[in-house]
């Protein structure tokens, strides 16, 4: 059972190139929330998404990031053109789909440092 | 604007001691309140929740404290040892599953033999 799994666990860009972050969800959950971590803080939301459905994107930076989650495949973040200040920690959470009073279970995480 | 604000910024303990971590929320709409531990290189993991119908929640050597009034919560942490070494989160949602949390900045908690 495995639990939720992101990758890459590390990833260097330099600046101006893309990121793609990965992240696919526990057996059986349905919606996805990612979060950012920058050094000494703690987590921030950005985006709250069910399947093909983005819920709640009230944390996301209003540009060069995207995120979706097909119908098949894993939970992809996009970063376009990054800078050095989107170094940071980015952490994927998931929860089943049946709603109330229910645990979002966190990834272990990618550490993106741009260059 | 902090909607969760966190204190202290780093503990030092003695094995054995009581660890305790506070925090202040500002939303009246908040309804659910977590606590999160996270080792170096590892994700957050949940220990410990609570509703605000009850004023403490106990589950082994961890127990929240809560205080609607004020807008406060607590972890306390009895007789902590050397592996509860980690960072722990404060968090809030407005509703207790499938809602984005908030969290605080994080406690920095060593325990010291």
């Known amino acids: 059972n495995a639990g939720v799994m992101q990758n890459p666990r590390h990833l260097v860009r330099r600046r101006g190139q893309e990121a793609r972050l990965r992240c696919s969800p526990m057996?059986?959950?349905?919606?996805v929330y990612w979060y950012r971590q920058l050094p000494e803080e703690g987590l921030k939301f950005m985006v709250y998404l069910q399947k093909e459905n983005i819920i709640d994107e009230s944390g996301m930076p209003k540009e060069r990031f995207s995120a979706e989650f097909p119908k098949e495949g894993p939970s992809i973040l996009r970063i376009q053109q990054v800078v050095r200040g989107d170094s940071a920690a980015y952490f994927c959470?998931?929860?089943?789909?049946?709603?109330?009073?229910?645990?979002?279970?966190f990834g272990q995480g990618t550490r993106l440092t741009v260059v | 604007q902090q909607q969760v604000k966190q204190s202290p910024q780093s503990l030092i303990v003695q094995k054995g001691g009581i660890s305790i971590i506070n925090c202040a929320y500002e939303n009246t709409a908040f309804d659910y309140f977590p606590w999160y531990q996270q080792f170096p290189g590892k994700g957050p993991a949940l220990l410990i929740a609570i509703r605000p119908d009850v004023s403490e929640k106990k589950e082994g050597r961890f127990t929240i404290s809560f205080n609607k009034s004020a807008k406060q919560f607590s972890l306390h942490i009895m007789d902590s040892q050397p592996g509860d070494s980690a960072t722990y989160f404060c968090?809030?949602?407005?509703?207790?599953?499938?809602?984005?949390?908030?969290f605080g900045k994080g406690t920095r908690l060593s325990v010291i033999a």
């Open positions: 968090a809030a949602s407005k509703r207790w599953g499938n809602t984005p949390l908030v």
């Open positions: 057996k059986g959950h349905s919606h």
């Open positions: 959470a998931s929860s089943p789909p049946d709603g109330a009073n229910t645990e979002a279970f």
